[in-house]
């Protein structure tokens, strides 16, 4: 145990010396370090360059949790279904029935005529497609489940299992993507937007204080289109008046007329749109100016040149926004929403346009924000009490150990720089928890030698060689300490695996610190010791 | 340079010769009286649960010079309905403010509100008392802010109770590995009885309870298994050397060889985790609280429960040869 082959001392000092290197990007500022162009330059172009990675509760920022409302999409696709359905059956020669209907997750249509129902299970078998696996190739489940009553008239159409899936699989993609374009539209400096679980998006913005804007821009659907107003129809005070088909009431954000008939049927819809800007109106107010493509350029030119002197509204997210009089044709292709908008509001709305609605509807569920004042105390606080934590457990071991106290002492330095150094180089995550973690580990770090070293002494009363002491010593120690510390580490990964954000950063130290701790006092401290008996020979032991 | 003249204290002396075995009544009787008594604390108390597991929203503020307090809290209870709770937090000018799970039908039934579902009541509760003080405390910064739906509080209390079981589980499995089942059944016993005055610890002291108080019961499951791993470990060489003596001798042997070494490795992690409490801040405070009350509730553990539970778990004295 005592002695080191070449290979080992090397292998030994280039784990250090990798610590250190992972280590060293902490004390070098980060204007030395990175070049004009964001790359590391000089020296730090081979070596790590990446500093400790804080979490939100020590830089300050916000840690959103949003829902998705995978209801809402479920109905809708039950709509659309329904629709389909009825198309497919009214297709030449048309198979009559009565208007399917969605009841209790499933469309239901019922056949006018029970001879029909082979014919009319043939052609929603056509348009019961596979669903796409995840590598976007045809996989062997169906989209539909068609399911024939045994009274022969009444067919039940669910979406599969399988199809919801990947709907929801879809879904939640495409959320990400959009927020994505959403929050890089604001300039924000590195945010991070994730899936969490099957329907959530998590997304953090460090430096951010406000949250209430990341929740604005994630919130809101950004679904716009715009509908001709029909003046002639009185929606009532609440928005309850019996439309005629085919029109509808939608809420508006102005008090002096709270709701408005529309036509169902949009002109336009916001996946026309190609750019969309923050502007000013003739009388300076803040305005959203916006450009159709081709298609949705004639379609508008068409339906206001059809209407001039009547109003269209524009509607997003179910609300009228606004609701203008058409006074000419609007023939080129672009225009402007005022809306009682501010600067803010309005460039916010026109990057929303801009990266596209979402495909459903977010929920904040979990809002955690930390201002970066806080961060930067709870930083100088963790390093008082890792320094305090540090300097108190040493004048301890050196108390109780004297001579040997040194050297569980150095391996104890070498053992923070390591964990430091690892959590640089990993990029793990940093948190206030995680510094709790690091105070812990400095306190449980000489637990593997103190047991050597009680070890030694008992040994070595028991009429040993100083020599043999310590050999036996650590050798008889080593079970306990890996049985010891396997158990902390079945801790911390049963915390890692179940904790979320800041409480993972704590198992993630606490999971470094074990390993490090393990190799420095077991390893490190008898390559001191080693080293120590080689060269002074001692006659008794100094403890 | 003689170096023999080192060693400055001696905190223990060289060789104990204790007992343990025939305290372990007594033992028994102090720790099933902490059990119950945490286990009626809990039920009668409760725990002062954080908003992680309660779900509601929970500020925090900064103001210019010192607070005040009841004003504060006085703006806060008139802008949002239900359970307001205010109270100073590290210096005289934080303070901490929580709101409890707003009821959906409440916050739409106030004016400007309409349809919000229970996740949005709890965002516009938020809003309601930032702007309130924005109006009321000139100068206020809010420094942390969290809001937890009902539903994540909900999952947050299911993941952290299945943690603490899980990690129990693993380490019943382990042990059962390395050593014997009745090793198992004395440390998770052990273990169990630590989890449970931990608990009891929180219900009495009505310190908040949140999500890093889980990472402290895991922390303190783990370090309390360490402790009882180094005994045991010494239990099963003893066994092994001196194998004609009772039980409840070489117990006793085990304990007392791995006693100083217990000692100084609670001393050890207790001057960090002290030093964590006092100056770790407000945030770290409770954490560190509950670890010291663990680390000391561990190290108890594991001389006087884990250990003397092997007579009544009644361990093989021919066995325990596996691991050599």
Redesign the interface.
Known sequence: MLYFARWKIALILGTILIGVLFLLPNFVSESTRYGPDGRPQGVWSVLPSDTLNLGLDLRGGSHI?F?VDMDEVRADRLVRLADDVRTTLRNQPAILTAAPAVVEGRVVVRLSRPEDMEAALRRLQAINEPVSNTLGQPSLDRTLSIQADPDGRTIRVAITEAALEDIQRRTVTQSVEVIRRRIDSTGTTEPTIVRQGDDRVLVQVPGE?D??RI?TLVGTTARMTFHMVEANVDPGPDGQGRMPPGIMALPTEYPEEPFLAVQRRALVTGEQLVRAGQGFNESGQPSVNFTFNTSGARAFGDATAANVGRRFAIVLDDVIISAPRIRSPILGGSGMIDGGFTVQSATDLANMLNAGALPARL?????????A??GQ??IE??Q??II???S??IV????????FGVASTIALIINICLLMGGLSGLQATLT??G??GI??T???A??AN??IF?RI??EY?SGRTIANAIENGYQ?AL??IL??????????A??Y???????RG??VT?GIGILTSVFTAFVVSRFLLAGWLRY?K?????? | MN???????R?LP??TDFGFIRMRVGAFILSLVMVIGSVAAFFTMGLNLGIDFRGGTAI?ISTQGPADIALIREVVTQAVPGDVQVQGFGNENEVLIRVGEADPETINALEGFSGL?S??AQ?AV??LVRSALVEAVPGV?????????P??SDE?RV??A??VL??LF??LI??WL?FEWQYSVGAVLALAHDVIITIGFFSVTQLQFN??T??AI??I???S???T??VY??IR?MFRKYKSLPTPQVLDMAIN??L??TI??S??????????A????P??EG??LA?IWGVVIGTYSSIFVAAPLLTVTGVRRDSGDR?S
Request: without cysteine; proline residues 4%.
């Open positions: 949790v829902q204080s949250p209430e929740i929920t904040p569920v979990e809002q955690r924000t930390v201002s004042g806080l105390d709870s606080r963790g008082t009490a305090i934590g540090f108190l457990v301890f071991m050196l108390l109780a150990y004297g001579f206030l928890p510094i709790a105070v812990l400095i306190g449980m000489v637990d103190v047991l009680e002494r008992e009363r008889h079970s306990a049985d010891a510390n396997v158990t902390t580490f079945i801790a911390a049963v915390l695996m179940m904790g979320a954000g800041p409480v704590f198992a606490l002074a001692p006659k008794t032991l100094p403890m | 170096l023999s003249s080192f060693a400055l204290v905190f060289v060789e925090e579902d996740a949005q965002q938020q809003q910064s809010f420094e942390r802010m969290e809001v937890i739906s539903q994540v947050l993941a952290g299945t943690a899980v990690s693993l380490m382990y042990i390395r999500l890093p889980i990472a895991l922390t499951v783990g370090y298994m360490n402790d791993v180094v470990d010494r060489e060889a791995t100083s070494r100084l490795t001393g050890t992690t207790l001057v960090a985790l002290v030093a964590m006092a100056m770790g801040g945030a770290l954490f560190a670890l691991e």
